[in-house]
């Protein structure tokens, strides 16, 4: 990496630190120290020969996704080169050509004029907002670019299926950021599944508590808080969790079903006399969990990347503050994606499943319980547990003592980009585990269960070609 910057360096340069590390969690009755049981199934984790040369990307929009991308460059240089950058606000960009040492000619304002000279790298990294994905994805296909595109794919499922239909046409490799199928957590309970050691799946239980702090920054005054601009939340958040169910099942989706509404972020739940800003002398500035002042700056509950400004000291954060976006009131913004929502899935064979999308909750991490015909499993992110009901067994799998990297949404992140790198350096979408075409189940899904929310929980069935 330049300079020797640290992952945790490049991080709090752009102003990510609170996605710099996650608080682990326990689960109840897991004896601490526990080793690993060494009954359970054996997965390949960083089986990645080095490709003949690296491969080239060029980052198409250099914020907290796209930078962090472009820093694993710095990690396995002899992989992954980041020789080009799209990027509208300045100082981001600034440090994208000075991390990478990227060439003038190389570099953009927008993704557009990415295009308008010859294709002069392997790859695109489409890390843009959601608004913004379908565009420069078709574009990149067009010129014979591959592409690692950030989810959600797009923001409906016909800009999908062209998308889909663009990469089959020109045969180009295209790689879905759902990371949490390189995660190892989610890669052995799979493998556990699949083992048939406490049968198939009979249902599922999924609960994604967003956090509140998390919810209020990004889907209440971020840029995912109002699905016109962005998507429903159970696809710019959930997609992954809707992902992630149909990878460890194993089955087609066939029916979906949800309910779920905007509770608490609202107007009319706004304190008595609350202003549209918070600088403007809130009566509960004291005891507001969500006053901006204190949550980005004197109290620190969430980073500041978001907050645009080069100059990232905290009297100009608090600047921009007083006028700017995320210094709203969060009962008086333009948000109307759910707060909470549940999910039904129903997959071929009977299977079923539930995912529960929760903001009002103190802590993120996923809890997932997965009910099977000989056993079940209950597992944290971090800690699983496998009960076998004969020989009445429980097995455990701790992911701090497997001797793996799981900072990056579990260890998968950095797995998605080296896996992309060999797809790409052999000209094979089937070394994908995120391909395009396997993305694009849970995102059937997860349109179909935005409309059923929106018609009463009514039941949608996926039909299929």
């Known amino acids: 990496m330049a300079e020797g910057w640290s992952r945790r360096q490049f991080i709090e340069r752009l102003g990510l630190a ?73 100082y981001r960009r600034d440090a994208a050509i000075k991390l990478h040492k990227i060439a003038p000619e190389n570099t953009f304002t927008t993704w557009e004029h990415v295009f308008n000279r010859p294709k002069f790298a392997d790859a695109i990294v489409v890390s843009t907002q959601d608004a913004m994905h379908t565009g420069p994805t078709l574009k990149a296909i067009e010129m ?83 699905k016109r601009k962005s998507n429903p939340v159970i696809l710019s958040k959930s997609c992954h969790d809707l992902d992630i169910l149909a990878y460890i099942i194993g089955k087609p989706i066939t029916r979906v079903s949800a309910f779920g509404d905007l509770s608490w972020f609202r107007k009319e739940n706004a304190p008595k006399g609350a202003p549209m800003f918070c600088s403007e002398g809130c009566p509960v500035e004291k005891t507001c969990p969500y006053y901006a002042q204190d949550f980005y700056v004197h109290k620190r509950k969430w980073d500041t990347h978001h907050i645009i400004t080069p100059d990232r000291s905290d009297p100009s954060i608090l600047r921009e503050l007083e006028k700017g976006q995320y210094g709203r009131c969060v009962y008086h913004c333009d948000n109307d994606v759910c707060d909470h929502m549940v ?15 929760e903001a ?27 009960v076998q009901f004969e020989p009445g067994k429980v097995h455990v799998w701790d992911g701090r003592k497997a001797n793996v990297d799981l900072s990056g949404h579990g260890g998968g992140d950095m797995r998605l980009v080296r896996d992309f790198c060999q797809a790409v350096s052999k000209r094979d979408a089937n070394l994908l585990t995120s391909s395009l075409s396997n993305s694009m189940e849970s995102h059937r899904a997860g349109f179909l269960a935005e409309e059923s929310r929106l018609q009463g929980g009514q039941p949608r069935g996926v039909r299929r070609a």
């Open 18 to 90: 609170g996605l710099a590390a996650a608080v682990p969690l326990t689960l109840r009755g897991t004896k601490r120290g526990q080793e690993n049981s060494p009954d359970l199934p054996k997965i390949e984790i960083g089986n990645y020969p080095k490709p003949d040369r690296p491969i080239t990307a060029v980052v198409c929009g250099y914020g907290g996704r796209g930078g962090y991308y472009g820093w694993m460059a710095g990690q396995i240089p002899e992989e992954w080169q980041i020789v080009g950058v799209a990027e509208p606000i300045g």
């Open 144 to 226: 014979g670019y591959d592409v690692l595109l950030e989810k959600p794919i797009a923001q409906s499922w016909r800009e999908c299926e062209a998308i889909l239909k663009a990469a089959q046409k020109n045969k180009s490799i295209v790689g879905v950021c759902h990371v949490l199928r390189y995660a190892p957590y989610f890669m052995m309970m799979r493998e556990v599944i699949r083992s048939g050691m406490i049968g198939d799946v009979v249902s599922v239980q999924h609960l994604e508590p967003v956090e509140h702090h998390h919810f209020s920054h990004s889907y209440v005054r971020g840029p995912w808080g109002n």
């Open 343 to 357: 999910t039904n899935l129903e997959f071929g064979g009977g299977a079923t499943a539930s995912l529960q999308v």
């Open 360 to 386: 009002m909750f103190a802590e993120g991490g996923r809890r997932t319980r997965v009910f099977c015909q000989k056993g079940h499993i209950e597992g944290d992110m971090t800690v699983m547990q496998v």
